[in-house]
């Protein structure tokens, strides 16, 4: 351990990859809020409870990646490993519940202790949509269509694939639970420790395992859409109905699930294989169970959440860093000059640079390291006759352009 390096697990972003981070954020805003969906945020800690009832106490998440510590008061505090806990604790502890159907877009940091790797750190951020209050299928299929709107919008729709299944309604599940019980039950013997340990209490969290031998059982395991009711079938037939008539492709793969009991009907995820072993993109579903495990009032909810750090991964094309303009005085008499124009130009809407040391040559090299568009020469010739040499520096080119007209002609440089 070296107090110089960061923390396992986390990284700093330097500019280039966070102007990638940005326009995975800014655009993801941008359409959510085409569907209405507004931008909150919740602290990045809460009282570890908000987890450990919301997130089971079987779960990875609970059982193993939380960070958390007990402050002065002895209260026991959590940074947040996923923001949905935290979306519904806001809506008891803020009164929302009388003003459903609520919708919301976040996006911020997460914490969680697992093995770093490409696409897996344990500080990375999320996007995520939830819709409150809504028990249609039309709510799923709406948040289904607007994380799919949000990857055409960044390009990578075509590099993923929707996977979909549905998990049906309480109960529904719990014919499946006790189906799986029974055939789980039977072959003891071949299961890893975590999942004989998952048998009891939340035997769903089986199809989820990555153990080998788990992985060979859970092959041959009952399937959820066998123990579907008639109301779950529906729902989910609606769901696929409505995303046919947008034109939205999906799998249907009975293997996705989500282990734990508040989840119902609707499970998806959109996955790519173009990251490795990390190709969860976006992942969601219908939580109506949420907020009542919490101990708040019945209320429907369905969202999902995709990792920034994988989508920016995804993006194509860096987006290029502004092109901003230098302004080279030359000779200490134009320094006093070239300060109050490059804040005169700032204060245009320019984004402007100020050559602060050594010789014209060294000046002129840093303006091309920056990327400059353009230089703004200012030496004493130029001040004495109230003007400044513009000079292209993508063609080389150069002129000589009085200080009054200076903003209007640097416009088409912009
Ligand atoms: P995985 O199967 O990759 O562990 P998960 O099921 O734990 O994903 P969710 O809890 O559903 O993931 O989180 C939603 C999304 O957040 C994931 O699809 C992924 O893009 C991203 N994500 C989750 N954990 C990490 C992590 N440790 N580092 C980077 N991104 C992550
Ligand atoms: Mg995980």
Same mark, same amino acid.
């Given at each position: 351990?070296?107090?110089?390096?960061?923390?396992?697990?986390?990284?700093?972003?330097?500019?280039?990859?966070?102007?990638?981070?940005?326009?995975?954020?800014?655009?993801?805003?941008?359409?959510?809020?085409?569907?209405?969906?507004?931008?909150?945020?919740?602290?990045?800690?809460?009282?570890?409870?908000?987890?450990?009832?919301? @997130?089971?106490?079987?779960?990875?998440?609970?059982?193993?990646?939380?960070?958390?510590?007990?402050?002065?008061?002895?209260?026991?505090?959590? =940074?947040?490993?996923?923001?949905?806990?935290?979306? %519904?604790?806001?809506?008891?502890?803020?009164?929302?519940? #009388?003003?459903?159907?609520?919708?919301? +877009?976040?996006?911020?940091?997460?914490?969680?202790?697992?093995? $770093? #790797?490409? *696409?897996?750190?344990?500080?990375?951020?999320?996007?995520?949509?939830?819709?409150?209050?809504?028990?249609?299928?039309?709510?799923?299929?709406?948040?289904?269509?607007?994380?799919?709107?949000?990857?055409?919008?960044?390009?990578?729709?075509?590099?993923?694939?929707?996977? =979909?299944?549905?998990?049906?309604?309480?109960?529904?599940?719990?014919?499946?639970? %006790?189906?799986?019980?029974?055939? +789980?039950?039977?072959?003891?013997?071949?299961?890893?420790?975590?999942?004989?340990?998952?048998?009891?209490?939340? $035997?769903?969290?089986? =199809?989820?395992?990555?153990?080998?031998?788990?992985?060979?059982?859970?092959?041959?395991?009952?399937?959820?859409?066998?123990? @579907?009711?008639?109301?779950?079938?529906?729902? +989910?037939?609606?769901?696929?109905?409505?995303?046919?008539?947008? *034109?939205?492709?999906?799998?249907?793969?009975?293997?996705?699930?989500?282990?734990?009991?508040?989840?119902?009907?609707?499970? +998806?995820?959109?996955?790519?294989?173009?990251?490795?072993?990390?190709?969860?993109?976006?992942?969601?579903?219908?939580?109506?169970?949420?907020?009542?495990?919490?101990?708040?009032?019945?209320?429907?909810?369905?969202?999902?959440?995709? *990792?920034?750090?994988?989508?920016?991964?995804?993006?194509?094309?860096?987006?290029?860093? $502004?092109? $901003?303009?230098?302004?080279?005085?030359?000779?200490?008499?134009? %320094?006093?000059?070239?300060?109050?124009?490059?804040?005169?130009?700032?204060?245009?809407?320019?984004?402007?640079?100020?050559?602060?040391?050594?010789?014209?040559?060294?000046?002129?090299?840093?303006?091309?390291?920056?990327?400059?568009?353009?230089?703004?020469?200012?030496?004493?010739?130029?001040?004495?006759?109230?003007?400044?040499?513009?000079?292209?520096?993508?063609?080389?080119?150069?002129?000589?352009?009085?200080?009054?007209?200076?903003?209007?002609?640097?416009?088409?440089?912009?």
């Amino acid at each position: 351990m070296s107090a110089l390096q960061p923390v396992r697990g986390t990284r700093d972003i330097l500019p280039e990859e966070m102007r990638r981070h940005r326009v995975v954020v800014e655009s993801a805003r941008a359409v959510a809020e085409r569907y209405g969906f507004l931008e909150m945020a919740t602290p990045v800690f809460e009282f570890s409870e908000v987890f450990k009832r919301t @997130l089971g106490d079987t779960s990875d998440i609970v059982t193993k990646e939380m960070y958390t510590f007990k402050v002065h008061e002895g209260e026991e505090i959590t =940074l947040r490993p996923e923001n949905t806990a935290g979306v %519904a604790r806001a809506l008891m502890s803020g009164g929302l519940a #009388q003003q459903l159907p609520l919708k919301y +877009f976040y996006a911020g940091p997460m914490f969680r202790h697992e093995r $770093p #790797q490409k *696409g897996r750190q344990r500080q990375f951020h999320q996007i995520g949509v939830e819709l409150l209050g809504v028990a249609q299928p039309l709510g799923d299929v709406e948040v289904i269509a607007l994380g799919a709107h949000i990857l055409q919008e960044l390009g990578v729709y075509d590099a993923t694939r929707l996977e =979909l299944n549905t998990l049906g309604d309480p109960e529904s599940r719990r014919g499946y639970r %006790a189906a799986l019980v029974e055939y +789980f039950g039977d072959h003891l013997e071949a299961m890893s420790e975590d999942s004989r340990a998952r048998l009891e209490r939340n $035997p769903l969290r089986i =199809l989820d395992s990555k153990d080998e031998g788990d992985r060979r059982l859970v092959a041959d395991a009952p399937l959820f859409t066998d123990h @579907l009711n008639a109301a779950s079938q529906d729902f +989910f037939a609606e769901v696929c109905k409505e995303l046919d008539v947008l *034109g939205i492709a999906y799998r249907l793969n009975p293997r996705l699930v989500r282990g734990l009991d508040y989840y119902t009907h609707t499970a +998806f995820e959109f996955t790519t294989d173009r990251l490795g072993a990390q190709g969860a993109v976006m992942a969601g579903g219908r939580y109506d169970g949420l907020v009542e495990t919490m101990g708040g009032p019945p209320t429907p909810g369905v969202g999902w959440a995709a *990792g920034v750090e994988r989508l920016a991964m995804l993006l194509q094309d860096a987006p290029a860093a $502004p092109r $901003p303009i230098a302004v080279i005085p030359i000779g200490s008499g134009a %320094a006093t000059a070239a300060l109050e124009l490059t804040q005169r130009l700032r204060h245009a809407g320019f984004a402007a640079d100020l050559g602060y040391g050594g010789n014209p040559g060294k000046r002129m090299k840093r303006a091309n390291k920056i990327g400059a568009r353009v230089a703004v020469i200012l030496g004493e010739d130029e001040l004495a006759a109230n003007a400044a040499t513009l000079r292209d520096l993508d063609t080389g080119g150069q002129e000589r352009v009085s200080l009054d007209a200076l903003t209007e002609r640097l416009a088409r440089y912009r």
